[in-house]
Nanobody, 120 residues
Framework: QVQLVESGGGLVQPGGSLRLSCAAS????????MGWYRQAPGKQRDLVAS???????NYADDVKGRFTISRDNAKNTVFLQMNSLKPEDTAVYYC??????????????WGQGTQVTVSS
């Protein structure tokens, strides 16, 4: 079993910043890709950013230059620094982690989601 615990969401004014964290724990041998997705009401869940075990990153076009994804491999934690936030960034943000468990070949786990609201 692999558990993900997210933190850092909240209410922020346009132009403000938030930092999301997601810590993985449990029966983990190694973690490969880590990422953040978001889902706004009535919309599908979309990739925001991802980072590989080699720290290669990928971003959605609408967050490039504003969001930064990073990871702490020693703590099995992924971060999303969000700057210059816009009302259209409002959504529930989910972390996603892929890796190798102690039993089995692969796991893909999702966090519980954290609400980010950008509003004046």
């Amino acid at each position: 079993q692999v558990q993900l615990v997210e933190s850092g969401g909240g209410l922020v004014q346009p132009g403000g910043s938030l930092r999301l964290s997601c810590a993985a724990s449990g029966s983990i041998v190694s973690i490969n890709a880590m990422g953040w997705y978001r889902q706004a009401p009535g919309k599908q869940r979309d990739l925001v950013a991802s980072i590989t075990s080699g720290s290669n990153t990928n971003y959605a076009d609408d967050v490039k230059g504003r969001f930064t994804i990073s990871r702490d491999n020693a703590k099995n934690t992924v971060f999303l620094q969000m700057n210059s936030l816009k009302p259209e960034d409002t959504a529930v943000y989910y972390c996603n982690v892929e890796g190798v468990p102690t039993v089995g070949r692969k796991f893909i786990s999702w966090g519980q989601g954290t609400q980010v609201t950008v509003s004046s």
